[in-house]
């Protein structure tokens, strides 16, 4: 019969917004807090908020969160007798759950050889068909011998997808659309997988063209109890990475829901599994699903569950690893109203959702939503570390109340200083693919065009952005005679314009920019909240200015300005004039080119890696490698030149 174990403190093993979610339910249940951090996260909020912190090293994930020994360490030095794994870096590793539980230390989570058996793809999938969960067609052989997985990807039918065995998020995955590209997919894929995972082993699977991501969230005890608490659609995803998720899934029907529910528990069942976890499938256009993975652990996207189940899920982990047996059974389970998450992240989504990096000049969360973020402004967001800063979540009563409020929500969202995916959300959940429900993973490569439409320039903001630069409060600074000449660069489009700003009375201004004339008056100014009238037309807008940048959000879009008035402004060159710059702050992963190889556009000349993700970067055009800057393990910084090229 197994037996409790209690226990008082934990060490999370982890940082950001999933560290201070375990301190928030550890805290109410009476339990002490050990964060760990790196040297670059000393200030984080994590840190100040549990009640001890240990500093594990530098800030490469290598060197820190994802050192065993030195969270080992940690959880010794501190007293900690349990350690929440959270999600990422070491959440799902079979070793350093074993090395828990070879110092005495609880493992908040599931064995350390089920976590092992799961993790690796190609097995998962054999005890998935073992259990009678169905499963894609596929190769999951030893042999990874590119010839050997050419033939089994001819075999299968394109599109066919490479997926690393180890590891998730994405990483390590490519969609192949015929024979002659799998070559180059497989070297990117197992390159990627390598860093990612320290394993290059791939596997193989026919891609499904229209599927949806539905998963299943399951709770288990050391008792051999099992229930799911329902299913979340995660099918809205770029780079094979979800960004926003729903639950209920909307369309499904009770049939496929009990089915796969069902299918969820007895995999749960056959392989021994205790604590919460997910199974997740892909649900073809015809109704049929098949298992995917198993993420043995807490998922980014737990909240939403949360919200339709009125459970916590941090809780339930907390009490299963205590030696709890389940206080619930599948008939308990209500799921109530509707809810949706989106993650916000760091990116350039007008260049293939780069990650980005830098100062977060300023952050306003909405106060009409559950937010889960660590970011406060003038924050860093690392290069190290993933590019989700928030995660914004609404209920109501039905899909159109929760998107409604998330709507709003969004709205009322800012993010000053780096570029975010903020406008591709909202216009994903105005859209009226997917609006209708049941949209596929392919949703926004197949829509995104209308998702992320071209910047344009608009005007008022522009002149919003003068006037803040020759604003003052008190009036009695200010000649009655100013006028002032401001020069202004739109940073996403490029273009500088120049505007006559001129001073009529208190907080009121006349701005004559490319032919028109606007009026607007301040009316007041508190922080980065500003109530301004553009023409006689009042509004509530946001608006921070931090050195030469100006950045608004007006009319539901940000726009940052860059002051040009003193001196001009040192842009990046594109890749055009054969300087091939880096787009974020990266390191160099590999260089498969050198000084006066002769190329043709679309070669590859090197590849970097920033945030987990690599980006390869092709030759602009036919020519000649004139230099390479840079050699694998260096890290760059966003515009640097890693390599310049001649044209032919």
Not at 550 to 575: C, F, P
């Amino acid at each position: 019969m197994p037996t409790p174990t209690p226990f008082r403190k934990i060490l999370i093993a982890n940082r950001s917004e999933i560290a201070l979610r375990v301190i928030r339910t550890a805290r109410r249940m009476g339990l002490a807090t050990v964060a760990v951090y790196s040297s670059i996260d000393s200030a984080a909020s994590h840190v100040g908020q549990a009640d001890e912190a240990v500093c594990i090293g530098d800030p490469e994930p290598s060197s820190s969160y994802l050192n065993i020994q030195k969270i080992i360490a940690a959880a010794i030095q501190s007293g900690a007798d349990a350690i929440h794994p959270g999600y990422g870096f070491l959440a799902e590793n079979e070793e350093f759950a074993a090395a828990c539980v070879e110092h005495g230390l609880i493992f908040i989570g599931p064995a350390p050889a089920v976590i092992g058996s799961m993790g690796d793809k190609a097995r998962a999938k054999q005890l998935m068909r073992d259990a009678g969960v169905p499963c894609i067609p596929g190769y999951d052989g030893e042999s990874q011998e590119p010839d050997d997985l050419q033939v089994e990807a001819d075999r299968i039918g394109y599109p066919v997808m490479i997926k690393a065995t180890a590891g998730g998020g994405g990483r390590g995955m490519r969609m192949v659309e015929s024979d002659g590209q799998f070559r180059n997919a497989l070297s990117s894929a197992q390159s990627e997988a390598l860093a990612s995972f320290g394993s290059s082993h791939i596997l193989l699977e026919r891609a499904l063209r229209h599927p949806r991501h539905i998963e299943i969230q399951v709770l288990a005890d050391r008792y051999g109890n099992a229930i799911h608490l329902g299913e979340r659609d995660c099918s809205v995803q770029r780079r094979h990475q979800k960004i926003i998720e729903e639950a209920p899934a909307p369309g499904l029907d009770p049939a496929t829901r009990q089915a796969m529910g069902k299918a969820a528990v007895d995999a749960v069942r056959a392989i021994g599994y205790e604590g919460v976890g997910t199974l997740e499938f892909l649900l073809d256009t015809d109704g049929s699903f098949y298992f995917m993975e198993m993420n043995t652990r807490l998922q980014v996207e737990h909240c939403i569950t949360e919200e339709i189940t009125g459970l916590d899920l941090v809780e339930q982990q907390i009490l299963v690893a205590q030696g709890s047996e389940l206080a619930l059974s599948q008939g308990d389970i209500r799921l109530t109203g509707h809810a949706i998450e989106v993650r916000l992240c760091a990116e350039d989504c007008d260049h293939d959702f780069m990650p980005q990096s830098g100062r977060a000049a300023f952050w306003h969360a909405p106060r009409q939503a559950r937010v889960e973020s660590a970011i406060r402004s003038g924050d860093t967001i690392s290069p190290y570390y993933d590019s989700m800063f928030a995660k914004i979540i609404t209920h109501g009563p039905d899909r159109n109340a929760a998107q409604a409020r998330m709507q709003r929500a969004l709205g009322d969202t800012v993010m000053f200083g780096l570029n975010t995916n903020l406008r591709l959300l909202e216009n994903c959940l105005v859209h009226p693919f997917w609006l209708k429900g049941g949209v596929g993973t392919g949703f926004i490569a197949e829509n995104k065009d209308t998702l992320l439409p071209p910047l344009v320039t608009r005007h008022e903001p522009l002149a919003i952005a003068a006037v803040l630069r020759c604003y003052r409060p008190s009036p009695r600074r200010i000649p009655r005679t100013l006028a002032a000449q401001v020069k202004l660069l739109d940073k996403a489009l490029g273009i500088a314009v120049e505007a006559r700003v001129t001073w009529t009375s208190e907080g009121r201004y006349e701005v004559a920019l490319e032919g028109d004339t606007y009026q607007i008056a301040i009316l007041a100014k508190d922080g980065a909240g500003v109530r301004v009238t553009v023409n006689g037309s009042e509004s509530r807008i946001w608006a921070c200015q931090e050195g030469v940048h100006i950045y608004i959000r007006w009319d539901g879009s940000d726009y940052t300005l860059v002051d040009q008035t003193l001196e001009a402004y040192q842009g990046n060159h594109s890749a055009s004039d054969g300087q091939i710059r880096a787009a974020s702050s990266c390191k160099v992963a590999s260089v498969v080119s050198e000084a006066g190889a002769a190329v043709k556009s679309g070669d590859l000349i090197l590849t970097t890696e920033a945030m987990k993700t690599e980006y390869q970067h092709v030759a602009p055009f036919d020519g000649t490698v004139r230099e390479i800057r840079v050699q694998v393990g260096d890290q760059a910084s966003e515009g640097d030149i890693l390599a310049v090229l001649d044209p032919a």
